[in-house]
């Protein structure tokens, strides 16, 4: 089966780092997605991981590790607009037609 | 990134009434496009793929008499919520694939369509 798990829930404050963990166990692997949903909202494109290492991307980061189905998130310099639901999906074929599958996603609440 | 967008973003109907939701992408041509859906703080579950041209390929457990798809053009896929229940309710968003830099498919997502069933 298909199972992406991610911290339900997790708390930081304004300025601190933040690392949200996920594990996979896909049948396919093309890649894994990072998206930033905040509520009521459409998710919004983070990252994309397809090889093994570090992404960064300003104050967000991105890695995966294929041998072990883990991938982070990595978010610096904390703001309270960073407070919002992130989610990991992997994408399990290569081609146009390969499906996203979603974890459960994890709540971040950034305190002051 | 790649725009798309969906009508309506909200919509109130009565229960045993039909709703349709359309999902369109704005600047490319999308061959393939993805019907989500989001029930309250839990994550996208896919309910079908949306293919130009050919039939909609449905996940397990979505009833396909149900949940009409159409993708008629490449540029827009329509989602129809037939005989629509209370428990249909739900935050439904569409996605495409495009190639991104480096000869990877990327998706991105619309602003999603509210929907409530009362």
């Known amino acids: 089966g298909q199972n992406i798990d991610q911290p339900t829930e997790m708390t930081a404050t304004e300025g601190a780092i933040v690392q949200i963990n996920c594990t996979y166990q896909?049948?396919?692997?093309?890649?894994l997605f990072w998206y930033q949903q905040h509520a009521g909202e459409a998710p919004t494109f983070l990252s994309y991981?397809?090889?093994?290492g570090l992404e960064e991307k300003g104050r967000f980061s991105s890695f995966l590790s294929r041998s072990k189905g883990y991938s982070y998130l990595l978010l610096k310099e904390l703001q309270m607009k960073d407070s919002a639901s992130y989610l990991c999906?992997?994408?399990?074929?290569?081609?146009?037609?390969?499906?996203?599958?979603f974890g459960q996603g994890t709540e971040l609440s950034v305190k002051p | 990134g790649a725009v798309v967008s969906q009508h309506p973003s909200w919509v109130i109907c009565k229960s045993g009434t039909s709703v349709k939701i359309e999902c369109r992408s704005l600047?490319?041509?999308?061959?393939?496009m993805f019907w989500y859906r989001q029930f309250p703080k839990q994550s996208l579950m896919l309910m079908a793929t949306?293919?130009?041209?050919?039939?909609?390929?449905?996940e397990q457990g979505v009833e396909k008499d149900k949940f009409l798809i159409n993708h008629a053009s490449l540029t827009l896929s329509t989602l129809t919520v037939t005989s629509a229940h209370p428990e249909d309710s739900s935050f439904y968003i569409c996605?495409?694939?495009?190639?991104?830099?480096?000869?990877?498919?990327?998706?991105?997502f619309g602003p999603g369509t509210r929907l409530t069933v009362t």
């Open positions: 999906a992997v994408k399990t074929a290569q081609n146009q037609g390969g499906k996203l599958i």
């Open positions: 896909t049948s396919g692997f093309n890649g």
């Open positions: 991981n397809v090889l093994d």
């Open positions: 600047d490319f041509q999308a061959t393939t």
């Open positions: 949306s293919n130009e041209g050919s039939k909609a390929t449905y």
């Open positions: 996605s495409t694939t495009t190639l991104a830099a480096g000869g990877t498919y990327e998706q991105y």
